[in-house]
């Protein structure tokens, strides 16, 4: 009797499993290139999206270029009874003191949030940014078509929100273009502090900055590789928890490095033609993105992009010299690459919205022992947990044991010394959270 209710519910978690990656599946297969192209010429059609530019015309500047994207994201809200709610949320930045900031301006976001059906304060975001830039920054009359930077992440942005909004999911979903990026990010600060005025919980932050490029500056062709920034530590980390790393790990495991695992594992599941790239590093050497603010105020964010850039395509005025021909034009962006990086937006946004949160306190002993040992907080809506290991070389979470819906357990005969640990949350649906590393320590 007992082998038949195990062989029953063991087919049962298959047939969870299953229609999990079905659904998955199905994302994928509805990213659509034609769309994304569609999207990324309309948005080159504004000429320029310098975030100082023109804001009365309906055919050229930021205005235009907002009120298109709110209109798209208020479109896609209809064929899913009004399921997104979409609004500007802006901020005045003034000349005054910003060195790269031309006049006073409002800098407008478009924001549209899908409530999830059980958490609708938890908030899983995608971003893509609306503006573009000229050689001279403070340039905004140029044409500036800013076609891969990052007309490309905008157009993953909205296509994400086309597909996802056809599904319902536990925890709620931001889509959003931020502006200002290429003056000094104010875009992004703009709405992490609206998320903490607000106290939204914030799961994570998918930056897309430049995701169809192929050819780069470096000789490379490559539509398979793509790059995730994430920071080893939260910045806002205290006194005290620096010093504890030092005894007790986890230089290599902040919040958004979790993420960016998370990312990458979802990757090799379910599209494992393509190669993540995990980088140790908040974003390119001396350069920034969208989701520094979001990591400014402690909450967890990523950035996904392209792994070879093409620098005389980025941040210059449309010319041609000495042969090279200058400028972010949208002959250079690779629709299908772009096509592949939203999927993968996309199923990790899914993933996420479908899990339950991931425990909160997580408390890890066995000093001079030989089996380590695990406290954590249950979780509501979690059916059971996932305690993950890996080597303390591996950048991945290689080791895992499913342990039920308990709230203790002792991993034995593995050495608390030789490994880092963390542990997930899974829900009845067959969803993981993001793995949470230790924050507590223990001795008995
Ligand atoms: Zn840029």
Redo the contacts with the bound molecule.
Sequence with gaps: MKSLIFTISLLFSYVIVAQTNQQLYAIIDSISEKRIQKDILTLVNFGTRNTFSDTLSNTRGIGAARRWIKSEFETISKTCHNCLNVFYQKDFVSKKGNKRVPHDAWVVNVVAIQKGTKYPNRYIIMSG?ID??ASDTMDYNTDAP?AN??ASGMAGTIEAARVLSQYKFESSIIYVGLSG??QGLFGGAGLAKYAKEKNWDIIGVLNN??IGNIKGIDGVIDNRTFRIFSEPVAPTETERERTLRRFYGGEVDGISRQLARYIYKTTKTYMPEMNPMMVYRLDRFGRGGHHRPFNDLGYSGIRIMEAHENYTQ??QDIREENGIKYGDVIEHVNFEYAKKLTAINAINLASIASAPPAPMHVAIGGIVQPSVKFKWNKVKGAIGYKIYWRDTTSPTWDYSRYVGNVSEFTLKGIVIDNYFFGIASIGKNGFESVVTFPNKIFKD
């Design positions: 940014d573009s830039r800013g930077d990052n990026e290429e900055d430049m980025q941040h």
